[in-house]
């Protein structure tokens, strides 16, 4: 008995994809478990049995909602630190990279799943079992680094969070501005967030938030089809425009990219609800579909973007449009809306963690918790964006620190913990191509701190002269 006891506390391991209480998540299988036979490879897949599983159609709408935001608005502002030429080949590499290393991560995450003999691991959970498994001098490392991970999404989905909140605030305001000049400020519209916030974020499983998510691409496709109708109207000849930029703005145009393409923290509980894991990988798979989606459309809204406005634009290009434009003013609304609905998505990272370091602590009184833990959350994201209304500025330079490291660089340090002594391929090619990325992403995340930067210059009065010689000296 108490063996079996054992057994059955080892296979509770944490997993991202049980959320809401899921029983079929307990296997009978364990690693300290002598009576199982190798005769059969665990699968992991065949051990999944969610509660609400989510369909390929459904993952695909999520991934998209996820890397399909305010990103893809300030494609404009990114193809002019390229220029029209080196902007597609850059959205090319760019979106090439995010989407290998998001491959690399699940791919590490599956096989780590097949030697734990475990169903699924979130994107902490993973770093940690590879550390764990992986060469001898970091095994020690495992819980560390689970920890770190854990803490580090949580952080910066919160401060995501708290900008959308601000993005919703400003939106509302600038709207009813035209109508009512200076009737409510923008605190005041953050706080009217408040209930709507709340109430969406009850929502407990990703199947659940699949129609909101598909609102929210629907909504967000009439926005780019209103800013098409303004980005299409008299465009100019391309030769008015930069085909190859000057080289030392090439890393913000890139670290803008891969800020507004990263979703990394909402792929592993998307992949881990599917009902067909298997179709998340793969060609044409999950993955591949949506970001082939994702990367059209950035290279389409950035290069006419930037061919109708040059170097006026705009951090969002909806700011470039009229601003007595019914609209315009309609867009404005619409992003508001897509900027709403995407909260509760990404709201769905953080409670992620809470809820699992619950796990095993559950009351009678659990539902009544879920319910205050959420309300509290959301609180105090709105909280703090009505405290600092140009919060984003600096969770704008934290955001892409963060999303540069936990999207690529840590992908390719968690690739090659698992490779190392499994083999790294003919003439060790698997770390040359993660060295190169590493690389890569480092020029990402300083590029990234340094657009921030700039943007608190501009913004807080540093001056125009300031920020030439701050950019010269960049260069």
């Not at 630190?81 to 998001?102: D, E, K, P, W, Y």
């Not at 459309?297 to 951090?315: N, P, R, S, T």
């Not at 994201?381 to 009505?386: I, K, S």
């Not at 191509?433 to 657009?451: E, M, P, Q, R, Y």
């Amino acid at each position: 008995m108490a063996k079996e006891k054992e057994t059955v506390d080892i296979d509770n391991f944490k997993s991202t994809a049980d959320l809401t209480n899921n029983p079929g998540f307990q296997s009978s299988l364990s690693i300290a478990s002598k009576d199982v036979t190798d005769d059969k490879p665990y699968n992991p897949f065949e051990h999944r049995n969610l509660e609400h599983p989510n369909s390929t159609v459904g993952s695909v709408v999520h991934l998209l909602k996820a890397c399909l935001g305010t990103g893809i608005l300030a494609m404009p502002s990114a193809f002019k630190n390229a220029g029209l030429l080196m902007g597609i080949i850059g959205t090319l590499i760019a979106g090439f990279l995010c989407t290998h290393t998001v491959a690399m991560l699940v791919a590490a995450s599956q096989k780590i799943c097949v030697i734990m003999k475990k169903p699924a691991l979130s994107y902490a959970e993973t770093c940690g079992a590879v550390c764990t498994y992986g060469p001898k001098r970091i095994q020690s490392w495992g819980p560390t680094v689970t920890v770190i991970m854990d803490y580090s999404l949580v952080v910066t989905y919160f401060s995501v969070l708290c900008v959308y909140v601000v993005f919703i605030g400003s939106s509302l305001k600038e709207v009813m501005d035209v109508y009512a000049p200076g009737s409510l400020s923008i605190q005041a519209y953050c706080a009217l967030t408040l209930v709507p916030l709340v109430l969406i974020c009850q929502i407990r499983n990703l199947k659940y938030l699949v129609p909101f998510s598909g609102c929210a691409n629907v909504m967000l496709l009439v926005v780019i089809c209103i800013t098409s109708y303004y980005v299409f109207s008299d465009l100019p000849s391309i030769e008015d425009r930069d085909l190859v930029a000057g080289i030392g703005t090439w890393p913000l145009f890139l670290s803008t990219v891969v800020f507004a393409m990263e979703g990394i923290g909402l792929v592993m509980p998307v992949e881990n609800e599917m009902k067909n894991p298997k179709r998340f990988l793969g060609c044409p798979g999950v993955l591949n579909t949506a970001m082939i989606i994702v990367i059209g459309l950035f290279v389409v809204m950035g290069f006419f973007g930037y061919l109708q406005f040059g170097d006026e634009a705009k951090g969002s290009v909806t700011l470039n449009l009229p601003e007595d434009a019914i609209l315009a003013q309609l867009t404005k609304l619409l992003m508001a809306l897509v900027i709403f609905f995407s909260y509760a998505l990404q709201f769905y990272v953080p409670m992620e963690m809470i809820t699992r370091t619950r796990k095993g602590r559950e009351c009678k009184h659990e539902n009544l918790i879920q319910v205050a833990i959420r309300t509290v959350l959301v609180t105090a994201t709105v909280a703090v964006a009505a405290a600092f209304p140009n919060l984003e500025l600096v969770i704008s330079f934290t955001g892409a620190v963060f999303f540069s490291t936990l999207g690529l660089l840590i992908p390719v340090l968690v690739d090659t913990a698992y490779h190392w002594d499994r083999g790294l391929g003919p003439c060790g090619y698997i770390l040359l191509k993660n060295i190169i990325i590493g690389i890569i992403s480092i020029i990402v995340l300083f590029s990234g701190a340094i657009v921030s930067l700039l943007q608190m210059i501009e913004e807080f009065g540093g001056g125009h002269e300031n920020q030439e010689s701050l950019n010269a000296t960049l260069t």
